[in-house]
């Protein structure tokens, strides 16, 4: 991963999202089970009921990828409409390096997200779709 070899970073947080967040997560758990790498996975849940409107097969990978996670945290104990902004506050917060799968579109969560690791002079590496 050329983050971990790039910037040295050995800790890495999801926001267990559908999509690019659960591919991310289930990335840095398998490298690390295969013990290719010295690294944990820390998942930034914005609520308990997150899965709540989700498929099956969605709600049973993310449950299979928080048994194997390092930590997790909840960052509320039900959904509110700004719970998904301070999730991704966190994960910025927490973090020296951002990783963001971004469009460009400058609107949205993901956008919001890349705008406040800029405003916090955060090193972000975009993977373009």
Known sequence: MFIINEYGVTHFISG?????????AETVLNLR???????????????????LKWSKPDK????????????????SDQYTP??????????????DV???FFNGVKKGGTWYTVDYAMKKNKIIKFIDF
């Open 16 to 24: 267990m999202a559908v999509g690019f967040d659960m591919d991310f």
């Open 33 to 51: 089970d295969e013990e290719r790498y010295l690294i944990t996975l820390e998942c930034a849940i914005p609520c308990y009921d997150q899965t």
């Open 60 to 75: 049973s990978r993310y449950d299979g990828l928080l048994r194997r996670t390092d930590r997790f945290i909840v960052i």
């Open 82 to 95: 700004e719970c998904m902004f301070k999730r991704n506050r966190y994960m910025v917060d927490k973090s």
């Open 98 to 100: 951002i990783i963001a």
